[in-house]
């Protein structure tokens, strides 16, 4: 009998030695948190209180993050400093929007230069679980945009969002 206790309890503690690197990150995690791996459904029914995500900054103190946009993965910058969300054309391409020369006519000033961008709208851009719908974009030509910008036209849709350096936190 003292044998079969010894063998469970020893098969328990192996059992708690493999499941304690993939359990202990969760319970330790702050629950007002969101993680960034995979995006929330944001049309779920049950959504108790706000729903909110945390970037950390990269070593250049930049947000890159993974954004859904119309159903599309893709990375791109936290940009308070950009009026409007800013897509790079190739994006854009791969999102459906296809445009043609003539409706790139909003001049946008970048760190290149003043080039001219397509106005759209994009259907919903989603952060985590952090998502916002009808979001107004411009698609901006060719390379002059290296990464993807998440300025005003998203972050002035949520509840708020905040910085402190070394963490910006969106909330909805």
Known sequence: ASLVRL??????????????PFVAPRLLRDPA???????ADPDAAAVSGPRRVTIDADTRGSFLT????????????IDT?????ALTEATAGKIGIHLPRDAFTQPIATANGVVYAA?????????????VVGVKATVVPGDALGINLLGMTFLRRLTKFESTGTQ????Q
């Open 7 to 20: 063998v469970v309890a020893c098969s328990l503690f192996a059992a708690l030695a493999f499941a304690l």
């Open 33 to 39: 948190s969101a993680e960034l791996a995979a995006p």
């Open 66 to 77: 993974l954004a859904v946009i119309d159903g599309f993965e893709t990375r791109a910058v």
């Open 81 to 85: 400093g950009a009026t409007m969300v």
């Open 119 to 131: 106005p759209v709208t994009l259907s919903r851009v989603q952060v985590g679980n952090v998502s």
């Open 168 to 171: 910006i936190t969106l909330t």
